[in-house]
């Protein structure tokens, strides 16, 4: 009888389980969808030059300067959370500094973020860190 008990319980939870990560993203707003999906986190360059990191469970975004293009970007993290740098390379001579690409940055980071920029030649070595507790 305890075998059987048992069996139940687990099988119960089993379902249970399912039930969650099939319908929780469209009653929870979640992304638990991700669960399954690998090479998580990832990063890549949207149009309009948009920083784009996925993770299992939330996604984070941030401009690059302006008139500037992404190069060598890494990402490692986890579940929720993200930690990486890109190059951003500059055509011109003529673009903002470290200071004022930080500036031009207040509002547009979302909360949970942190970008910090640094210059190397030719342009600027950005940091960021990203966790998303919502």
């Known amino acids: ?8 319980c687990a099988a119960f939870l089993v379902g249970a389980g399912w039930l969650v990560i099939e319908f929780s993203p469209q009653f929870l707003n979640s992304k638990i969808e991700r669960v399954h999906e690998k090479n998580l986190p990832a990063i890549r360059v949207e149009k309009g030059g948009t920083i784009y990191c996925r993770m299992k469970a939330d ?4 401009p690059l300067p302006p008139g500037a293009r992404a190069t060598n970007p890494i990402v490692t993290g986890g579940f929720d959370t993200v930690d990486g740098s890109v190059e951003a390379r500059f055509e011109s001579t003529n673009h903002l500094t470290t200071s004022e690409y ?6 547009k980071v979302q909360i949970g973020g942190q970008i ?4 190397v030649p030719g342009g600027f070595l950005i940091k960021f860190h990203y966790f998303g507790d919502r």
């Open 116 to 119: 910090t920029a640094q210059t």
């Open 59 to 62: 996604d984070f975004r941030f």
């Open 1 to 8: 009888m305890k075998v059987v008990a048992i069996l139940v």
């Open 102 to 107: 930080e500036t031009w940055l207040s509002g």
